[in-house]
């Protein structure tokens, strides 16, 4: 089971850091994956990266902004949320799986997914 935290209300230009943490077992050779699903719209990738390797990929739109990374002692992934945008605004979703890279930003490639943390940016 995957639990996403870390929500909340940030102003434009302000920061908040969502984590995902798992209660079963270690995400071990699986991809951790970021989606997002503003009101009224698709459900989107944001990021994800390997658990056990190098690989990070983000949606063009947060590139520079936000910043995927894991805790190994943890068991956690994080997703550091900087100069936030009023369109940045969504429930967050952490989503877990083994797609191949470039499926990664599919929704239907990920198997298991948290219950979500809403992230509200005031303009």
Same mark, same amino acid.
């Given at each position: 089971?995957?639990?996403?935290?870390?929500?909340? $209300?940030?102003?434009?230009?302000?920061? $908040? !850091? =969502?984590?995902?943490? #798992?209660?079963?077992?270690?995400?071990?050779? %699986?991809?951790?994956?970021?989606?997002?699903?503003?009101?009224?719209?698709?459900?989107?990738?944001?990021?994800? =990266? #390997? /658990? =056990?390797? @190098?690989? &990070? $990929? +983000?949606?063009?739109?947060?590139? @520079?902004?936000?910043?995927?990374?894991?805790?190994?002692?943890? &068991?956690?992934? +994080?997703?550091?949320?900087?100069? $936030?945008? %009023?369109?940045? #605004?969504?429930?967050?979703?952490?989503?877990?799986? !083994?797609?191949?890279?470039?499926? /990664? #930003?599919?929704?239907?490639? /990920?198997? %298991? /997914?948290?219950?979500?943390?809403?992230?509200?940016?005031?303009?």
């Amino acid at each position: 089971q995957l639990q996403a935290s870390g929500g909340g $209300l940030a102003q434009a230009g302000g920061s $908040l !850091r =969502l984590s995902c943490a #798992t209660s079963g077992r270690p995400f071990g050779d %699986y991809k951790v994956a970021w989606f997002r699903q503003a009101p009224g719209k698709e459900r989107e990738f944001v990021a994800a =990266l #390997t /658990w =056990l390797g @190098g690989s &990070i $990929l +983000y949606t063009d739109s947060v590139k @520079g902004r936000f910043t995927i990374s894991r805790d190994y002692a943890k &068991i956690t992934v +994080y997703l550091q949320m900087n100069s $936030l945008k %009023y369109e940045d #605004t969504a429930v967050y979703y952490c989503a877990a799986g !083994r797609p191949i890279f470039s499926r /990664w #930003t599919e929704r239907d490639s /990920w198997n %298991y /997914w948290g219950q979500g943390t809403l992230v509200t940016v005031s303009s």
